[in-house]
């Protein structure tokens, strides 16, 4: 039985098309008012997976659980507990929006006054009360995302299922729709698939990464930085000679680099030197007392920075390719028929 907290179970999730295993042997959870985000290179398995918690694709093996059902054995009452806003949102032109909500609330088993209202409250969630009467056909890019995001929420399901939803918009847009995700946080469950890796930082709460059909990474993205970033990155504002720079960050740790960046301000005065040193000390407080003791130099500004989740998910794939053998490669690539299997202890 599923813990009532749980909203998403994945269990040894395999998906073949031909000879290509899009979805090789996943896992996961997700709990009750949690934002995930689902990341991986085109090809990756993404919208497959995606479209096998809908159930719009049958697995070829394992089980996916929707709020304790069994989305291929109870799919009406998976889908039930499921708002879904597939990649490029397909939508008729031809309707008001309101009427759109309406005809998708009566598809989704509500009626009358009930119904009503919770168009009523969607159309303001996203901001669509004053375009609640305009065809949708001549709607921007913006808002017919909105239309979808109002659509996947209107039945007020357990678990939100969005595919690229901040694709082709403007950075307006980008951040309307984000802020939007983010007020959800608490209430549904939601998988977000992006490849805008700063709005999947921004907004969710925990990352799982995916390459050639295999979980590489899951976590917080602090989780991940600590476990695929291993340097940490200062940038000093310093003014002086370069020599003294090197000299008083000369033996800071076993491994750094130290880099003059292009000046800022007035040429020969302020300038920016990057200082890259391992991730398993802080060394913020000796690198501003090196450089303030030094003589000749001035420090006016030290700042950290964090890798960014690009950065994560470029090593966590680049990571999970180079542990694969060549014959596995050749096998992701579907330049092989079939996986290697053992039968008894043999190759089959």
């Not at 295993?21 to 009750?32: D, K, P, Q």
């Not at 009626?111 to 004053?130: A, F, M, P, Q, S």
């Not at 003014?239 to 720079?245: D, N, Y």
Request: charged letters at 30%; glycine letters at 8%; one cysteine or more.
């Amino acid at each position: 039985m599923t813990d009532q907290e749980t909203t998403i179970e994945v269990e040894n999730l395999y998906r073949r098309f031909g000879r290509i295993v899009a979805v090789n042997n996943i896992s996961f959870t997700v709990r009750r008012g949690e934002i995930v985000g689902f990341l991986g290179p085109n090809g990756a398995g993404k919208s497959t997976t995606m479209r096998i918690l809908t159930g719009y694709v049958p697995a070829t093996s394992g089980i996916v659980r929707i709020c304790g059902h069994p989305v291929a054995s109870e799919p009406v009452e998976a889908r039930r507990r499921i708002g879904y806003m597939p990649e490029n949102n397909p939508l008729p032109v031809d309707l008001r929006v309101r009427d759109y909500l309406h005809w998708r609330g009566r598809l989704k088993e509500w009626r009358g006054r009930k119904l009503r209202e919770r168009i009523n409250t969607v159309l303001e969630i996203c901001d669509l009360t004053r375009a609640q009467n305009r065809i949708i056909g001549k709607l921007s890019k913006g808002f017919r995302q909105r239309v979808g995001i109002a659509d996947a929420i209107l039945a007020e399901p357990d678990v939100i299922i969005m595919d690229e939803p901040t694709i082709g918009l403007d950075p307006h847009q980008i951040i309307m729709i984000r802020d939007l995700i983010a007020s959800l946080r608490g209430r549904m469950s939601v998988i977000i698939s992006s490849h805008i890796l700063p709005e999947i930082e921004a907004t969710c709460d925990r990352v799982i990464i995916i390459n050639h059909g295999r979980i590489v990474a899951a976590g917080t993205p602090g989780e991940l930085r600590h476990e695929f970033v291993d340097r940490t990155t200062y940038i000093a504002e310093v003014a002086g000679s370069w020599e003294q720079v090197e000299k008083a960050l000369g033996d800071l740790a076993s491994h750094r680099e130290i880099t003059r960046l292009p000046d800022i301000g007035t040429p020969g005065e302020f300038y920016n030197v990057q200082i890259e040193v391992p991730a398993d000390h802080d060394y913020g407080e000796e690198i501003l007392s090196r450089l303030t003791a030094a003589e000749g130099l001035r420090v006016r500004l030290l700042s950290r920075r964090q890798p960014s989740l690009e950065e994560v998910f470029l090593a966590a794939t680049r990571r999970s390719w180079e542990t694969v053998t060549p014959r596995k490669k050749r096998e992701l690539e579907g330049r092989l028929p079939y996986p290697e299997r053992t039968v008894k202890g043999r190759k089959r």
